[in-house]
């Protein structure tokens, strides 16, 4: 068996990629212009890679008789990814998705450590492949991001 903090990690990890999912969806849909098509479909793309993550995550836990967080557990935490009033917005969605992304980089992190002190490498195995899709992710916003004047 793994440690306490593993599983706990696991838990919070697998909240946030459901969460992300919604958020991903709600902002691929919401998002209107010409501008913000690619990111749409970059938003589109990631949702199925995001609730791979869960399906991963959740598989793990079960794995280490655990059950992943349902509905009941959930608390939401990605204020800056929620859908702006001005559905043209193109730039707080990156944001937001950069905000994401870099909180979601340091989970996997985290879980790497903890994972790594437990002596569980199938979760430390698990944790790298994720954080690679993570940081992969982040390059992608960061390059939208650079599209767009600074603000």
Do not use: C, W
Not at 69 to 81: V, Y
């Amino acid at each position: 068996m793994t440690s306490e903090r593993v599983t706990e990690l696991l838990q919070r990890a697998y909240s946030d990629e459901i969460e992300t999912v919604m958020n991903y969806l709600t902002n691929s849909i919401v998002l209107d212009g010409v501008s913000a098509e690619e990111v749409k479909q970059s938003l589109e793309a990631d949702v199925q890679e995001e609730l791979n993550h869960a399906q991963l995550l959740g598989n793990r836990l079960k794995q280490l008789d655990e059950r992943p967080p349902a509905s009941a557990d959930f608390e939401a935490r990605q204020e800056s990814l929620q859908p702006p009033e001005d559905s043209t917005d193109v730039v707080s969605v990156i944001d937001g998705v950069l905000d994401a992304e870099e909180d979601a980089i340091q989970m996997y992190r985290d879980l790497i450590t903890a994972a790594t002190d437990a002596d569980d490498p199938v979760t430390e195995d698990l944790a790298v492949t994720i954080l690679s899709d993570e940081e992969a992710h982040r390059t992608e916003f960061r390059g939208f991001r650079r599209e767009y004047k600074q603000d």
